[in-house]
């Protein structure tokens, strides 16, 4: 992974001669830092203000592709007339379309269920919570003691797995947290494709930067497509990114630099 503040020489003429840069944008990590609880992580406004100018430029598509549900990713950015991919992907919609694959929604009742085995299980442990985000949970932890992290992870993962012959959940681990999703080849990586798809590939470049393992189908897709891929954090996870920047702050200093750049 090379810093990609010492690269702008190689990105931007790929940037310059592409129809439109297709910006993808993962939300915790990536353009805030990772608060103590999913409420807490709010987008400043100027970071807001930085991602308007860009969905106003005619050089780029805006996408923000997150974990977290759909209604609740766009609340927190806020802004009309660009893509959103929600549930990891499961759930997107811009102003071209919108699409959830059929099967994820049949598995509603059976999340429901799960959910419900899980809260009895963890009943009493401390600093844990269930995020029901209507096609996936998150079971998170950042809030337990540093000490008990390890054992209480396993009890996590030993209550999930006691409800995996419901119906053979895909479990990712995240930061401090671990997802609980449907059995369906669908991901960030397959939100890309299908956005890029209908936004009019070829032509477009995808740019897409995250800052976790749960952002690698979409770092694979966009490599794959000769796009450009950006790692966001200090520490590095072996991830298929081909750029890094340090923090939320550094991309948003390159995003802020952008409109300006490729305008010229
Ligand atoms: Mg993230």
Same mark, same amino acid.
């Given at each position: ?50 991602? =308007? ?39 997107? @919609? ?36 269930? =995020? ?64 890029? @798809? ?67």
């Amino acid at each position: 992974m090379h810093y990609l503040f010492n690269c702008w020489d190689e990105i931007l003429p790929q940037i310059k001669t592409s129809d439109k840069a297709m910006l993808l944008l993962d939300y915790d990590g990536t353009l805030v830092p990772i608060a103590p609880s999913p409420d807490m992580a709010r987008l400043s406004s100027q970071t807001r203000g930085i991602l =308007e100018e860009i969905s106003l430029c005619a050089a780029f598509e805006l996408a923000i592709i997150s974990g977290r549900s759909l209604s609740d990713i766009k609340a927190l950015v806020g802004l009309e007339d660009i893509a959103y991919a929600g549930n990891h992907g499961l759930e997107i @919609e811009c102003p071209r379309g919108k699409f959830t694959p059929p099967a994820a929604v049949k598995f509603r009742p059976l999340l429901e269920i799960v959910e419900q085995r899980i809260e009895e299980q963890l009943a009493g442990v401390e600093g844990v919570f269930i =995020e029901d985000k209507g096609l996936t949970l998150s079971v998170h932890y950042r809030l337990v003691q540093e000490p008990m992290v390890k054992e209480v992870r396993n009890l996590i993962l030993k209550a999930i797995r006691s409800c995996m012959k419901e119906g053979n959940f895909k479990l990712t681990r995240g930061k401090k947290v671990i997802e609980i999703r449907p059995p369906l080849e669908w991901d960030k990586g397959k939100a890309i494709e299908w956005l890029l @798809e209908i936004y009019g590939r070829p032509g477009n470049l995808p740019i897409f930067a995250g800052d976790d393992a749960t952002d690698e189908d979409g770092f694979k897709v966009v490599r794959k497509l000769g796009g450009i891929s950006i790692f966001v954090g200090r520490e590095i996870i072996p991830v298929s990114a081909d750029y890094y920047v340090n923090s939320p702050s550094e991309l948003c200093s390159w995003l802020a630099s952008l409109p300006g750049s490729c305008s010229l």
